[in-house]
């Protein structure tokens, strides 16, 4: 029986095919700049470690800080301004409902001259065209405020961006230096997500049929993992083989290459 057993799986070892993999951080990201301005400063003491919620790439944001302080109080000066002219508003609202019924009531009098009751048209017309031109500097006065509250957000989103920061990454390069000037799309620096580990094979079409069914072996030990990424297109460099990605615990070190057999 034992004979028997030795026999299936050395003949199942020879139908086997092996695969090698380069252990890989889970995600290296590169991170571009979303803004302009020179660089002051780089932590270079970070490469190799993981990153906190402290920036390593800073970016000049004096002129940015600068006008931030001067749109805050520009904002507050023009909210201040349209609070003035609603409350002016709602009195020539009462003043204009007053003049109305006082000329409807003069107009139908007999006793008053045509110059009496035109006088009061005049008032009335007077009354009208204040309350729109009042409320036409209201209008005005809230498309500023939009317009100042859209551009003080821009302005501080350019400051976050230029403390530039990966919490729970590690520092993998850093492609600028302090003095450096970059604009938007300029590369920065790449981190990598080495919470877990990713390996990549590229499998021959037997092995990619009932590929859920099939147990992982690496290094000649078998695993509980399973390929979670399959590309169902041959690969263009290798030929007829196709793509496929198996999550693993995060090793001490990465880089390691390790053999692959799917049984």
Same mark, same amino acid.
């Given at each position: 029986?034992?004979?028997?057993?030795?026999?299936?799986?050395?003949?199942?070892?020879?139908?086997?095919?092996?695969?090698?993999?380069?252990?890989?951080?889970?995600?290296?990201?590169?991170?571009?700049? !979303?803004?302009?301005?020179?660089?002051?400063?780089?932590?270079? !003491?970070?490469?190799?470690?993981?990153?906190?919620?402290k920036?390593?790439?800073?970016? =000049?944001?004096?002129? =940015?800080? =600068?006008?931030?302080?001067?749109?805050?109080?520009?904002?507050? &000066?023009?909210?201040?301004?349209l609070?003035s !002219?609603?409350?002016?508003?709602?009195?020539?609202?009462?003043?204009?409902?007053?003049?109305?019924?006082?000329?409807?009531?003069?107009?139908?009098?007999?006793i008053?001259?045509?110059?009496?009751?035109?006088?009061?048209?005049?008032?009335?017309?007077? /009354?009208?065209? /204040?309350?729109?031109?009042t409320?036409?500097?209201?209008n005005?006065?809230? /498309? !500023?405020?939009?317009?100042?509250?859209?551009?003080?957000?821009?302005?501080?989103?350019?400051?976050?961006?230029?403390?530039?920061?990966?919490?729970?990454? @590690?520092?993998?390069?850093?492609?600028?230096?302090?003095?450096?000037?970059?604009?938007?799309?300029?590369?920065?620096?790449?981190?990598?997500?080495?919470?877990?580990?990713?390996?990549?094979?590229?499998?021959?079409?037997?092995?990619?049929?009932?590929? =859920?069914?099939?147990?992982?072996?690496? %290094? %000649?030990?078998?695993?509980?993992?399973?390929?979670?990424? @399959?590309?169902?297109?041959?690969?263009?460099?290798?030929?007829?083989?196709?793509?496929?990605?198996?999550?693993?615990?995060?090793?001490?070190? &990465?880089?390691?290459?390790?053999?692959?057999?799917?049984?």
């Amino acid at each position: 029986m034992k004979i028997v057993l030795f026999l299936s799986l050395f003949t199942l070892s020879l139908f086997a095919n092996v695969y090698y993999a380069k252990v890989e951080p889970y995600e290296l990201r590169k991170i571009s700049s !979303n803004v302009s301005g020179e660089v002051l400063f780089t932590d270079e !003491n970070m490469l190799g470690k993981k990153l906190t919620s402290k920036p390593y790439i800073v970016i =000049d944001s004096e002129l =940015d800080e =600068d006008e931030l302080a001067a749109i805050e109080k520009k904002l507050l &000066f023009t909210k201040e301004t349209l609070k003035s !002219n609603e409350k002016i508003l709602k009195n020539l609202e009462k003043t204009l409902e007053l003049k109305r019924k006082n000329y409807e009531r003069v107009r139908s009098l007999k006793i008053k001259s045509k110059i009496e009751k035109d006088n009061e048209y005049y008032n009335l017309i007077a /009354s009208e065209n /204040s309350f729109i031109n009042t409320q036409k500097e209201i209008n005005n006065l809230k /498309s !500023n405020v939009a317009d100042l509250t859209l551009r003080k957000k821009q302005l501080q989103k350019s400051i976050h961006d230029k403390k530039v920061r990966a919490k729970g990454f @590690v520092l993998y390069s850093l492609d600028v230096k302090p003095g450096q000037v970059v604009g938007i799309a300029t590369p920065l620096a790449t981190v990598a997500d080495t919470s877990k580990a990713l390996l990549t094979i590229y499998i021959d079409d037997e092995d990619l049929q009932n590929l =859920d069914k099939k147990s992982i072996y690496i %290094d %000649d030990k078998k695993t509980n993992y399973k390929v979670q990424r @399959v590309v169902p297109i041959a690969d263009t460099k290798n030929i007829s083989k196709y793509k496929a990605q198996i999550v693993i615990k995060a090793p001490k070190v &990465f880089s390691k290459l390790v053999k692959i057999e799917l049984k």
